[in-house]
């Protein structure tokens, strides 16, 4: 095994940074060196930022987004419909259809997807919540936004089951061809979903 070169407070620096999604222990230390060396610039700005975060941002105990408001900025924005939920496995979904733009709704953040492989079952989820909103009323539509997996589709289809008798519109994302994608690189089950969702012109 290979001596360290550093000291222990930046080798723990590495090692919690290699952490991080997306980032290994080659990356890390990369990231670790530029942060020790622009200490004023980015450093201590940082900690700052993340000891801001760590006691101010928590989940929103409506939707399960993450902000330093509960209920969130999404649950209290009088500008968005309410009566539509967008369900969605994890914040970072949610963070990506708000980029798009493409829905001014209401979301409910599941925390995962069903996985009994992985002993994910419906306890762990946040889908009681959800039923209780439903329940609660005013809620008119929900549109089940989860990924294309055979995970994420077992999810939506145990939602749909539990709303079921419930007076609500449940709706799905659609499936097929992506904006620019040419059909040659598109695989067989994008296709043929595309297909099985075709629309008239």
Same mark, same amino acid.
Do not use: C, F, P, S
């Given at each position: 095994m290979a001596k360290s070169v550093a000291g222990p407070e930046i080798e723990k620096l590495i090692q919690l940074l290699a952490k991080l999604p997306g980032l290994g222990p080659r990356s890390a230390r990369r990231a670790a060196l530029h942060l020790v060396k622009r200490r004023e610039q980015l450093l201590a700005p940082l900690t700052a930022a993340m000891a801001e975060a760590r006691d101010r941002i928590g989940v929103c105990s409506t939707c399960g987004n993450i902000d330093s408001r509960d209920p969130c900025t999404i649950c209290t924005d009088q500008s968005r419909d309410q009566s539509t939920v967008v369900v969605v496995e994890d914040v970072a979904d949610l963070w990506a259809l708000e980029r798009a733009k493409a829905l001014n709704a209401a979301y409910h953040v599941l925390g995962g997807v069903l996985s009994p492989l992985e002993g994910v079952g419906p @306890?762990?989820?946040?889908?009681?919540?959800?039923?209780?909103?439903? @329940? $609660?009323?005013?809620?008119?539509?929900?549109?089940? $936004?989860?990924?294309?997996?055979? @995970?994420?589709?077992?999810?939506?289809?145990?939602?749909?089951?539990?709303?079921?008798?419930?007076?609500?519109?449940?709706?799905?994302? $659609?499936?097929g061809v992506p904006v620019g994608g040419e059909l040659d690189y598109l695989d067989e089950g994008t296709l043929a979903a595309a297909m099985r969702s075709r629309t008239a012109l």
């Open positions: @306890e762990d989820l946040t889908i009681r919540q959800l039923i209780d909103r439903v @329940e $609660a009323g005013g809620v008119r539509e929900l549109v089940i $936004a989860v990924n294309a997996t055979v @995970e994420g589709q077992t999810t939506a289809h145990y939602i749909m089951d539990r709303l079921e008798g419930l007076d609500v519109k449940v709706t799905r994302l $659609a499936h």
